[in-house]
């Protein structure tokens, strides 16, 4: 069974961090494009980060450029998000998700899921 699972998420003041994980298992995603979502309370979800498959290109929402940084282990099968100077805005469900094997870097779709960690982000 394919899994993805975020861990991380929890309270944290304004401009304090959080560094989100995204393990995957039941197959290995090192050729997969990988990406980062949220969905703030009464709002649509939203895209904040992706990464290509080897690591070496990277694109972030104009919300988080600057203060998010995606990076990922293929060895440990895990996509991190780190998340510098938080703003209470960055309150959201974050949820870890991974394209289809093949899928091109300007393909929206993503196949793959987690079920979301949450992050409040307090004033």
């Known amino acids: 069974q394919v899994q993805l699972v975020e861990s991380g998420g929890g309270f944290v003041q304004a401009v304090g961090s959080l560094r989100l994980s995204c393990a995957a298992s039941?197959?290995?995603?090192?050729?997969?494009?990988m990406g980062w979502f949220r969905r703030a309370p009464g709002k649509e979800r939203e895209f904040v980060a992706r990464?290509?498959?080897?690591?070496?290109?990277?694109y972030y929402s104009d919300s988080v450029k600057g203060r998010f940084t995606i990076y990922r282990d293929n060895a440990k099968n895990t996509v991190y998000l780190q998340m510098n100077s938080l703003k209470p805005k960055d309150t959201a469900v974050y949820y870890c998700a991974a394209k289809r094997d093949g899928s091109t870097w300007y393909n929206v779709e993503y196949d793959y899921w987690g079920q979301g960690t949450h992050v409040t982000v307090s004033s």
């Open positions: 039941g197959r290995t995603f090192s050729r997969n494009i």
């Open positions: 990464i290509h498959w080897s690591g070496g290109i990277t």
